[in-house]
């Protein structure tokens, strides 16, 4: 999936997005309402880690949210296992220079008809 959002992009992650990634996500303000699984500090390995595990899995959907040809953030759709396997959780978060854009809500409007398109 790949869509303008006039002020930003969603594209899929590339492996050359490692230290603009680390840049964007090593803040605490956008960790602290994040799931466990957010390291923090969030150094480069970390991103390094979570790129190549982005190219290897095809399961949901994780998308690099770009702002001025920099990744920014991420957006995805984690899907439910067993009871809930019809359901999926929406996730994201942002660089914080760029909050009160209206960059999330844009971002949000595009995935979630894509994911009841793609997704059972
Ligand atoms: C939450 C987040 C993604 C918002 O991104 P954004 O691009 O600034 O969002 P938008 O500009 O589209 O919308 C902002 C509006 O969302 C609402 N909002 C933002 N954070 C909120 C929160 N924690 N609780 C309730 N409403 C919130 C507010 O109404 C805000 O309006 P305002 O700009 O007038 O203050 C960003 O603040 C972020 O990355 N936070 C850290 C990670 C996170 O919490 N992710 C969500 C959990 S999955």
């Known amino acids: 999936m ?3 959002l006039g002020a930003a992009s969603l594209r899929p992650w590339k492996i050359e997005d490692a ?5 964007a996500a090593n803040n605490r303000n ?3 309402t994040l799931r466990d699984r ?3 500090p969030y150094t480069l390995a970390d991103a390094e880690d979570y790129l190549q595990q982005r190219t ?3 399961s949901g959907l994780a998308l690099c949210i770009e702002v001025a ?3 920014a953030g991420g ?3 984690h899907p439910g296992e067993d009871v809930s ?3 999926a959780e929406l996730g994201f978060w942002l660089a914080e220079p760029f909050w009160h854009r209206g960059i999330i809500t844009a971002a949000v409007r595009a995935v979630v008809p894509y994911g009841f398109k793609r997704f059972r």
């Not at 230290?19 to 840049?23: D, G, I, P, R, S």
């Open 75 to 77: 957006i995805g759709l």
């Open 38 to 40: 957010m390291p923090h």
């Open 30 to 32: 956008v960790w602290i």
């Open 56 to 58: 290897r899995d095809s």
């Open 2 to 4: 790949q869509v303008s």
């Open 85 to 87: 396997r019809l359901t």
């Open 69 to 71: 040809g920099r990744a």
């Open 19 to 23: 230290l603009a990634l680390v840049e």
